[in-house]
């Protein structure tokens, strides 16, 4: 028998992929970008932990894809990879010494080969990088020897001090908000980033509670479910009221910034839920979604402003019409439309969404909707004494439009509605042989997606006082469609997420907003590859086991069965 | 009483006559079969039935209503359901959602009854579900409820297809190579299936059917197709005999050769 050899290749590919990945996140700027803010202070940058996490990511993949069980040599492919990895961007180090990359490349500049080489120079500085990528190597290869728990507590770790990094304002704005907090804060952050002690202190306290969870998680989780039903109930009904007094006291906790960004992840997360009807439950793939937003909003303006002089209602009283307005528009664009299935659809409501948008500016309608100059003064709503100004109220508004809109789905989903929609999306002809209306079916899948994005709109034009057409340009279809792409087709806590990911944290960190897009576009194919299902992907529902006592309770005879000869 | 007539019906696609001047009657309570090969026009005839298809000439009647120009939703609510030849399930619905779905007509609650839940909305969707696991036990699937229906092997899919299609409550069941792709275990199951269906629930049914011994082993009358017009039609013996038929299947020539054995092959697969 041969003697089986080490496979280098392996090792050398992925490490020359996940280099290319590294030398592509310092091309375009990610890495100089990122580096204007600390994850730890004066230690590690975020620019260079997107370096660091790379090269582990690579000496991970390359670990694993070892062929040989032996130590030695797992270690042997992680090293390999790293020092590819490190080698590639040492290239680029040289390279550009040599050659002036920067006109091609506009963001190859002196900063970001001084941050690549450790401010070392050339020479030093591509000799380092190679050490880097060893050490990492070496470092990710052992992580991937090490059992579950630990490998699990150190990722878990390594990911929370990331975390607090990156999200280090969100952190700080809570802390500092509420007075006996204020010490975390102190002990946690420097100004520009997680201390050391606070960095290792939070490192530590993870990794001890992953590892500790792990082994009496299981036996916690398994003595619950030993509860009398008396007991779980209690035991539920404790946890939802949990839910029920953060959700309610989120903006007093967050503050006024991050209650604006939460208002906007509601507004997201509302044209999510309905589009979820349109595309995840009756699988037409709808890009012009922005118009029912766009109606819905300029139907609240038009009725509310008193600048344009036509009607001066209050938002109440608005807030119908728009929704009806919504409604209505869905029907119509439904109706052309009706006969076209996929790519077609989509090319045709794509359409429809940029007829809104230049109807809006156009000359034509100005009188009443106000053209390029849109429409300001819109009114606040105002319940009582109560008028909803600052995003902290405004939260409410919106949080109660999304509870709405969620509470219908949710309940339309496992109906007859929901059923029909579900079977024009998987078969629409046999659906038709079922006895399903198509055109009723579709119709109503459409205007009440229109529903709940008018609604959407009306708030969102109530929350800003103004209309612009540019507000409701392609990409906000875009947005809405990758929201429920990420977060799960068809799933409703799915929108949520992903209205919390796509919206929230994008928000969250404005300063890197160039690269939004890019961000969304590897959510997308990285979601395609490792959980096409999305991230909270819908249940399948367990009627027949829940119910399994009353079948058995009056055993209907099988065909074939001794009962029928 | 004939349940179900077609007078002259033709359906063409551009240049090509799919079905061509097709008299076709069907007794109620009775298993007929249609036979052909590939092409001839049976599942053409199918979607003319059905309402997939808008046929050229011809009328359609069933129960004495004429069909033509009703879209598939309303076909289906005078009582006509049928299956496919590559099974055509709800493949991401569970088998028992299939089997909802396929009640839908029969079920009356709206948008308000749902989202409010009103008692007698939760009263059908009761009455739906203990229906729907009913008719799932009949096709033998108990407790595959919640399987989804791409997840269930190639013969449940089979059976489950049957009993979503059993679901519309139909006066006639038109069945697509109900045992195509089956060992002769599973064939034998699914003809005792079709035979119960008949017997026990007084459904008509209309097969095409590739496998002979399931055409001649259970149907009373045998029509056959070929390049869309009727060749030959009568009882099973008389199809088997029938030079005409031998020929379509086997081409000219072996008809005489074919025809001196076939006492000899009566109860045997030949002509599959």
């Known amino acids: 028998m041969e003697k089986p050899r080490f496979d280098w290749l392996q090792p050398v590919k992925i490490g020359l992929v996940g280099g290319a ?55 042997g492919s992680s090293l390999l990879a790293g020092l590819m990895f490190g080698g590639m961007v040492a290239l680029l180090l040289i390279v550009g010494s040599l050659v002036n990359l920067r006109a091609v490349f506009i963001n190859a500049s002196p900063t970001l080969y001084e941050l690549l080489a450790f401010g070392r120079g050339t020479q030093a500085g591509a000799l380092l990088l190679l050490a880097e990528g060893v050490l990492v190597g070496v470092a990710a290869g052992l992580l991937y020897l090490l059992t579950g728990r630990f490998r699990q ?10 975390m607090a990094g990156v999200l280090q304002e969100l952190l700080r704005i809570t802390f500092g908000a509420w007075g006996p907090l204020a010490v975390i804060n102190q002990w946690l952050f420097t100004g520009k980033g997680l201390s050391v002690p606070g960095a290792a202190s ?76 349109v595309v995840g439950l009756a699988g037409m793939l709808d890009l012009g979604y922005v118009a029912f937003f766009a109606i819905g909003a300029y139907t609240m303006g038009a009725l509310t402003s008193p600048e344009l002089g036509f009607f001066s209602l209050s938002f109440w009283e608005a807030l119908p019409f728009a929704v009806v307005a919504g409604v209505l528009a869905g029907v119509i664009l439904g109706i052309p439309v009706l006969k076209m299935r996929g790519d077609y659809l989509a090319i045709v409501t794509l359409g429809f969404g940029e007829i809104v948008r230049i109807l809006a500016l156009s000359d034509f309608l100005r009188p009443w909707i106000g053209g390029a100059q849109g429409i300001a003064k819109i009114p606040k709503a105002i319940v009582g004494s109560i008028e909803f100004i600052s995003p902290q ?8 439009g999304c509870l709405l809109a969620g509470f219908i789905s949710w309940r339309l989903k496992d109906s007859r509605l929901g059923r029909a929609w579900m079977a024009v999306r998987e078969d629409e002809d046999v659906a038709a042989a079922m006895g399903i209306n198509l055109v009723a079916t579709k119709l109503l899948a459409f ?3 229109a529903a709940f994005a008018a609604l959407s709109g009306a708030i969102f034009a109530s929350k800003l006082g103004s209309v612009y057409p540019h507000s409701f340009n392609v990409m906000i279809s875009i947005n809405v469609l990758c929201l429920i792409i990420v977060g799960g087709m068809g799933s409703i806590t799915g929108v949520i997420v992903g209205a919390a990911a796509l919206v929230g944290l994008p928000e969250l960190l404005r300063e890197f907003a ?46 074939g069965a001794p009962a029928s000869p | 009483m004939a349940i ?124 739906a579900l203990a229906e729907a ?16 229906a791409k997840n269930l092997p190639y013969g449940d899919q089979r059976r489950l297809e049957i009993a979503r299609a059993l679901a519309t409550r139909p006066k006639l069941l038109l069945l697509d190579e109900p045992t195509a792709g089956m060992n002769p275990h599973e064939t034998e199951e699914m003809m005792a299936l079709v035979r119960h269906l008949r017997d026990e629930l007084g459904i008509t049914i209309l097969l095409i059917e590739h496998d002979m011994r399931v055409v001649m082993g259970i149907s009373e009358r045998v029509t056959v197709l070929d390049y869309g017009e009727k060749i030959a039609e009568g009882t099973p013996a008389e199809i088997q005999a029938n030079p005409k038929v031998i020929e379509a299947y086997l081409g000219r020539g072996s008809a005489t050769e074919v025809v001196s054995q076939a006492s000899a092959v009566q109860a045997s697969p030949a002509l599959a």
């Open chain 1, 21 to 75: 990945i590294g030398v592509f996140f310092a091309l375009v700027g990610m890495v100089e970008a990122f580096s204007i803010r600390d994850i730890v202070d004066g230690i590690v940058s975020m620019g260079q932990m997107l370096m660091l996490i790379s090269m582990t990511f690579t000496g991970y993949m390359a670990a694993r894809r070892t062929t040989q069980p032996q130590h030695l040599w797992v270690l």
């Open chain 1, 153 to 162: 507590a150190l990722v878990n770790a390594l990911g929370w001090v990331v």
């Open chain 1, 202 to 277: 939070l490192f530590v306290l993870v990794a001890g509670t992953t590892y500790f969870w792990s082994q009496t998680g299981s036996v916690l989780s398994n003595r619950l479910r030993r509860l009398p039903p008396g007991g779980q109930h209690t035991l539920r009904l404790v946890g939802i009221l949990l839910l029920v007094l953060i959700v309610l006291a989120l903006p007093q906790i967050l503050g006024l910034y991050l209650s604006e960004v939460l208002t906007i992840v509601g507004v997201f997360a509302l044209m999510g839920l309905g589009l979820n009807i």
């Open chain 1, 393 to 400: 109220q405004i939260y409410y508004l919106i949080l109660v």
């Open chain 1, 447 to 449: 205007a009440g997606g």
């Open chain 1, 514 to 559: 160039e690269y939004r897009f890019l961000a969304y576009g590897a959510a997308l194919v990285l979601m395609m590859l490792v959980r096409p299902a999305g991230l909270m992907p819908e249940a399948t529902r367990r009627r027949e086991l829940q119910e399994a006592e009353t079948v058995e309770a009056e055993p209907e005879p099988a065909f």
């Open chain 2, 4 to 127: 179900l007539t077609a007078r002259g019906v033709t359906k063409r696609f551009g240049g090509l006559t799919a079905v061509s001047k097709f008299d076709f009657e069907s007794e109620e309570n009775s298993i007929y079969s249609i036979i052909g090969p590939n092409g001839a026009g049976k599942t053409t005839f199918f979607n003319c039935v059905t309402g997939f298809y808008r046929f050229e000439e011809g009328d359609i009647l069933f129960d004495g209503h004429s069909i033509v120009g009703l879209t598939p939703d309303r076909i289906v609510h005078m009582g006509i359901a049928r299956t496919y030849q590559n099974i055509r399930l709800f493949a991401n619905l569970t088998a028992i959602e299939n089997i909802l779905v396929g009640q839908h007509t029969h079920l009356k609650s709206g948008l308000v009854g749902a989202v409010l839940r009103l008692p007698s909305t939760v009263r059908e969707e009761a009455a």
């Open chain 2, 133 to 148: 696991r009913r008719l799932l036990n009949f096709v033998k699937l108990a407790g595959k409820g919640d399987f989804l």
